[in-house]
């Protein structure tokens, strides 16, 4: 009979082992490829009482435009006018043309003497992409256990390895295995 239970119990663990991924994990940063729910956590230790944990290292940034500031010189028109009320100056915004009807509305507006034309500086920002803009890092708690003995075995619910960036706290030649499903 401790044969039969002997043989069953190596055939489970083969099993388990044959449908399982294992990654180990260094002290730092480590970089995942492979997702799953983590089945064990197996941490050998220098220390034989020894802080472990594992936290998940995530980015996003957010994006904002890139702006141009374009100059280019455009015309600006400088006249006088009169009206049966009196005499004014006057300095047109940046315009392409100058069209003397416009202001003389209904005849009683008439332009005294030349019309000079000036070009100016036009300045204009112009969007002309879009850059990164500050980044967010958010930093997750996984798993944190501490070894007894120089050896820590455990079993956590609901703990899950989904790929990206891990940060492993642990002793410098520590070694961190996780047994995925």
């Given at each position: 009979?401790?044969?039969?239970?002997?043989?069953?119990?190596?055939?489970?663990?083969?099993?388990?082992?044959?449908?399982?991924?294992?990654?180990?994990?260094?002290?730092?940063?480590?970089?995942?490829?492979?997702?799953?729910?983590?089945a064990?956590?197996?941490?050998?230790?220098v220390?034989?009482e020894q802080?472990?944990?594992?936290q998940?290292?995530?980015?996003?940034?957010?994006?904002?435009?890139?702006y141009?500031?374009?100059?280019?010189?455009?015309?600006?028109?400088?006249?006088?006018?009169?009206?049966?009320?009196?005499?004014?100056?006057?300095?047109?915004?940046?315009?392409?043309?100058?069209?003397?009807?416009?202001?003389?509305?209904?005849?009683?507006?008439?332009?005294?003497?030349?019309?000079?034309?000036?070009?100016?500086?036009?300045?204009?920002?112009?969007?002309?992409?879009?850059?990164?803009?500050?980044?967010?890092?958010?930093?997750?708690?996984?798993?944190?256990a501490s070894?007894?003995?120089?050896?820590?075995?455990?079993?956590?619910?609901?703990?899950?390895?989904?790929?990206?960036?891990?940060?492993?706290?642990?002793?410098?030649n520590?070694?961190?295995?996780?047994?995925?499903?």
């Open positions: 009979m401790k044969k039969l239970t002997a043989s069953l119990a190596l055939f489970a663990a083969f099993a388990f082992c044959a449908f399982a991924d294992s990654l180990t994990l260094g002290r730092g940063l480590n970089t995942v490829g492979t997702c799953g729910r983590i064990a956590i197996e941490a050998v230790t220390l034989a802080s472990l944990k594992i998940s290292i995530r980015t996003v940034t957010d994006a904002t435009n890139a141009r500031t374009v100059v280019v010189k455009r015309p600006r028109f400088d006249f006088t006018l009169t009206n049966w009320y009196g005499v004014a100056s006057v300095s047109t915004n940046v315009w392409d043309r100058f069209d003397p009807l416009a202001w003389m509305p209904g005849g009683t507006n008439h332009l005294v003497g030349a019309v000079s034309e000036t070009w100016v500086p036009f300045t204009n920002s112009v969007v002309v992409g879009v850059l990164p803009g500050v980044s967010y890092t958010v930093t997750n708690d996984v798993w944190s070894a007894s003995g120089h050896y820590k075995l455990a079993q956590p619910t609901n703990a899950f390895i989904t790929g990206g960036s891990y940060l492993v706290t642990c002793g410098s520590d070694t961190v295995t996780v047994i995925l499903e």
